[in-house]
């Protein structure tokens, strides 16, 4: 079965205001992780990607967490904006296998 | 360089015709996977490939379903005898390496319909 969950469904946040989705993760053995970004009718497009020898990693306007002790992803979007509303994924790797993706958080960008 | 190629973006079939969905990798990428996706929840692994291998098919059915990456061409998930409950929308994304985790990319989807 699929290792990955999100604590959240949905989430609102006000344009500007900074976001942070959430993912928990099961498989310890897990290795490599991704988020993903979902629009309407699209495909999954990647936002960013972090190793587990590794413990934060930014991008532009995106900073992803990781705490192996306690099995936990998080995304975080700084100033928000009208073209973040998406539905986003955490996904999970182990070795050179199947990506295995988690239910997905909604993010609703208030004007 | 063009990323992943799905087609059609739309199919609809009737109940007990055949579906099939193609999905063309990025250039230089060797791995595929599929990948089935219902309405309002996330992405359930199905098939993994490379050229004219199956490397986990753990997430297919083991009836009516069928994945092929061959040599030349595309890579095909084949429903035969579709069922009104394989309507859904089907993705696929390719990866150039597996080795240490590498992104993979995803093509727009095939939306099936079963009517």
């Known amino acids: 079965g699929e290792s990955v969950g999100l604590h959240l469904p949905t989430l609102s946040v006000q344009e500007g205001d900074n976001s942070i989705i959430n993912c928990a993760y099961s498989?310890?053995?897990?290795?490599?992780f991704i988020w993903y970004k979902q629009e309407s009718g699209k495909g999954p497009q990647f936002i960013i990607d972090?190793?587990?020898?590794?413990d934060k990693r930014q991008g532009q306007r995106v900073t992803v967490l990781l705490n192996k002790t306690v099995k936990h992803l998080s995304l975080q979007i700084a100033a928000t904006q009208p073209g973040d509303s998406a539905v986003y994924f955490c996904?999970?790797?182990?070795?050179?296998?199947?990506?295995?993706f988690g239910q997905g958080t909604r993010l609703t960008i208030n004007p | 360089n063009a990323g992943v190629m799905q087609n059609p973006r739309h199919l609809v079939r009737r109940r007990g015709q055949e579906a099939r969905l193609r999905c063309s990798p990025m250039?230089?990428?060797?791995?595929v996977y599929w990948y089935r996706q219902l309405p309002e929840e996330g992405l359930k692994f199905m098939v993994y490939?490379?050229?004219?291998?199956?490397?986990?098919e753990s997430g297919m059915p083991k009836e009516r379903f069928s994945a092929e990456f061959p040599k030349e061409g595309p890579s095909i998930l084949r429903i035969q005898q579709v069922v009104r409950g394989d309507s859904a929308a089907y993705f696929c994304?390719?990866?150039?390496?597996?080795?240490?985790?590498?992104?993979?990319?995803f093509g727009q989807g095939t939306r099936l319909t079963v009517v």
């Open positions: 994304a390719s990866s150039q390496n597996t080795r240490g985790g590498t992104e993979a990319f």
């Open positions: 498989n310890s053995a897990s290795d490599y």
């Open positions: 972090i190793r587990s020898n590794m």
């Open positions: 996904a999970e790797t182990q070795g050179a296998q199947k990506l295995v």
């Open positions: 250039k230089g990428h060797s791995h």
């Open positions: 490939l490379q050229k004219e291998n199956i490397i986990d």
